[in-house]
């Protein structure tokens, strides 16, 4: 799942769980504004504790080419 295929409602949650702003994380699903790796490690978990499957890869082009990250998810 993609921050862009959440609904208002659940970025608006999200953002409150992560510590920003509905219109930075709005940027972030968009693509307008990057996601460092340590904010997609607290997306994602923040994500996770919603039950939303949302992951790192998917938001930092740092993580998504990360061989540790990658070996991870197939453990």
Sequence with gaps: MRLI???REQLE?????VGTSYDTMRHY???RRGVSAAKAI???KAAKRMRLDV?????CAACS???L????RKG
């Design 5 to 7: 295929d959440l609904t």
């Design 13 to 17: 949650r999200l953002a409150a769980a």
């Design 29 to 31: 699903a968009r693509g």
């Design 42 to 44: 607290v997306i994602e």
């Design 55 to 59: 992951q790192r890869e998917d938001l």
């Design 65 to 67: 080419g990360c061989e």
């Design 69 to 72: 990250a990658r070996k991870a």
